[in-house]
């Protein structure tokens, strides 16, 4: 049962030891209030604010028995309706952008949703400013795949302000914690570009930056098992296709063995390696990415 269900549940429980008390309410009282904890609970405290005065003006007559009794009764139920709403804003958790990022293995216990739109999602984090993507991260109730995307399209958006160290920072993070298929396709890329290029960037960025063509070769082969992970599990296929979009040039390199452009990479070793590690990557989705139990 959700929350909200054993919260209504809760109250209605209450209202009927009232009633086993001898203190008289009038029905009115539960469906005047629960609609407010239940679909308003946002703005709960804001809400009940508004509506006690007419509330208690017009219908407090109707609902009790005049009794010193009663009236402590009505005054219990109103902080009972606000600890509601008070116990709600405590379990939606909210965190920082550097906490969200320094995640490992879900430390923070991010809830994941089970049917989400990712490539809805994906659009709208594309259409949002770094101002706006950082709110939304900052949110009470974050689920983990929006903390993922989030902060990928962070890194992105910081890329293409051309603040290089920023973005990959975020990239490297997003890739290691959340393993997230974009952020893995996007470090594949950097890694895979030619050293000479980087000189084109603007004066103290990317410094410390050094293009490896053997992580660019991990990348690879991690966004695309974590993507095929993610449609499995989620029966989601825009990561699988967004990374096909982009890695086609690079698995065309590999493939022909172009060794101008493989920088002594040794693809059999590189192989290797990658099969030995695929175990662990899978390992690491299962745990991140739980399957729901079985109904």
Request: aromatic share 12%; charged share 20%.
């Amino acid at each position: 049962m959700s929350f909200w269900g054993s919260q209504v549940c809760l109250a209605l429980r209450f209202f009927a030891t009232l009633k086993k008390l001898g203190l008289a309410l009038c029905a009115t009282l539960p469906h005047r209030l629960l609609p407010l904890v239940v679909e308003l609970r946002p703005k709960g405290l804001v809400v009940a604010g508004r509506a006690a005065p007419a509330f208690w003006t017009r219908n407090l007559h109707f609902m009790l028995k005049f009794s010193p009794m009663n009236y402590y009764a009505f005054l219990f139920l109103a902080f009972f309706s606000l600890g509601l709403f008070s116990c709600s804003d405590q379990l939606a958790q909210s965190y920082t952008v550097a906490e969200l990022l320094d995640n490992p293995q879900n430390q923070l216990q991010l809830p994941l949703e089970q049917n989400p739109d990712i490539l809805f999602l994906c659009q709208e984090l594309d259409e949002t400013d770094i101002t706006g993507i950082r709110t939304r991260l900052e949110r009470p109730g974050l689920h983990a795949l929006e903390a993922s995307f989030g902060l990928y399209f962070l890194g992105l958006k910081y890329f293409q302000q051309d603040s290089f160290d920023l973005g990959i920072n975020i990239m490297e993070k997003v890739a290691d914690n959340y393993l997230n298929p974009l952020a893995f396709t996007r470090l594949m890329l950097l890694h895979k570009t030619d050293p000479s290029r980087f000189a084109q960037l603007p004066a103290g960025e990317g410094q410390g930056f050094e293009p490896d063509i053997e992580k660019a070769h991990y990348y690879l082969h991690a966004a695309l098992n974590s993507a095929i992970f993610m449609m499995e599990r989620f029966n989601e296929r825009a990561p699988v296709d967004d990374v096909n979009r982009y890695a086609q040039g690079f698995i065309q390199i590999l493939e022909e063995g172009d060794s101008s452009q493989l920088r002594g990479l040794d693809l059999k070793a590189a192989e290797a390696k990658m099969k030995a590690e695929l175990p662990q990557l899978e390992a690491k989705f299962e745990t991140l990415y739980p399957a729901p139990p079985a109904s």
